[in-house]
C-alpha cells in the first residue's frame, strides 16, 4: 500500500493507523502548498481532487476520504482492535466519532487556515470551535479513549486534528481532559513513529 500524505495534515491520521496496523506501507509526501511530490510527479495526476490522504493498494484501487480510509485499514487486522466489528452498536459510535471529529472539529479548523477568511468570521469560528471542544472534553471526563479504554482509528483522527491548536494560537489548557488525552495518544509509540516520518517531532 502507499499513503500519499502532507506532514502534520488531516492525513497525519490513517499514517498513525498505519503505524498501528503493523501492515506494510510506503508513505509519500505530496504537500498540499506545492501538489508536487518528490520526483517531480504532479499530485493531481495521480488524485484529481489534489487533497490528501489517498490510499492507494496494491491493486491500484485507491481510497480518498480519511474516514473510510482509516476504517479500511483497521478492518485488514480486526486483531489489533482498531475498529468495533462491523454491524455492532460500537462500530456505529466509531462512525459517530468519524463524523463528528470531521464534521464538527475538522472543517471547524479549516477556515483559520485560509488569509482570506475575515477577522469577524474567523472570530465567529473560534468561538463554535471552543463549543465542540467543551463538548469534547465533556465525552473524555470518564474514559483514557474515545471509545472506552481501547484505543481506535477515531483516536489518530482526534489527536491530528486537536494538533492545529497551536499553530493557530487556540489554547487547549481549559479542556484538562482533552489536554491529558492528547498526551497518551501522543505517548503511543505507532504515533511517535508517524509524527517522526513526518518531520513533525524529533
Request: charged share 25%; aromatic share 4%.
Given at each position: 500500500m502507499k499513503l500519499y500524505y502532507s506532514p502534520g495534515a488531516c492525513s497525519l491520521s490513517p499514517h498513525i493507523a498505519l503505524e498501528e496496523s503493523g501492515l506494510p506501507y510506503e508513505a509519500i509526501a505530496?504537500?498540499?502548498?506545492?501538489?508536487?511530490?518528490?520526483d517531480g510527479t504532479d499530485y493531481y495526476s495521480i488524485n484529481p481532487l489534489g487533497y490528501?490522504?489517498?490510499?492507494?493498494?496494491?491493486?491500484?484501487?485507491?481510497l480518498r476520504e480519511g474516514p473510510a480510509i482509516v476504517q479500511y485499514i483497521?478492518?485488514?487486522?480486526?486483531?489489533?482492535?482498531?475498529?468495533?466489528?462491523?454491524?455492532?452498536f460500537e462500530r456505529a459510535k466509531l462512525h459517530e466519532w468519524l463524523n463528528f471529529i470531521g464534521t464538527e472539529l475538522h472543517k471547524g479548523f479549516s477556515p483559520l487556515f485560509n488569509p482570506a477568511t475575515p477577522a469577524?468570521?474567523?472570530?465567529?469560528?473560534?468561538?463554535?470551535?471552543?463549543?465542540?471542544?467543551?463538548?469534547?472534553?465533556?465525552?473524555?471526563?470518564?474514559?483514557?479513549f474515545v471509545l472506552g479504554d481501547t484505543f481506535s482509528v477515531a483516536d489518530g483522527y482526534l489527536f491530528t486534528v486537536t494538533n492545529w491548536a497551536q499553530p493557530l494560537n487556540i489554547d487547549l489548557a481549559p479542556y484538562s481532559n482533552l489536554v491529558a488525552y492528547r498526551a497518551r495518544v501522543a505517548a503511543r509509540p505507532a504515533v511517535v513513529r508517524a509524527m517522526q516520518a513526518e518531520g513533525l517531532i524529533k
Open positions: 505530496a504537500p498540499t502548498k506545492t501538489h508536487q511530490l518528490a490528501v490522504p489517498l490510499l492507494v493498494l496494491n491493486d491500484g484501487r485507491q483497521a478492518d485488514q487486522v480486526p486483531a489489533k482492535k482498531l475498529a468495533p466489528a462491523n454491524g455492532t469577524e468570521y474567523k472570530t465567529m469560528v473560534i468561538a463554535k470551535l471552543g463549543e465542540r471542544l467543551k463538548f469534547t472534553d465533556g465525552l473524555l471526563s470518564d474514559r483514557q
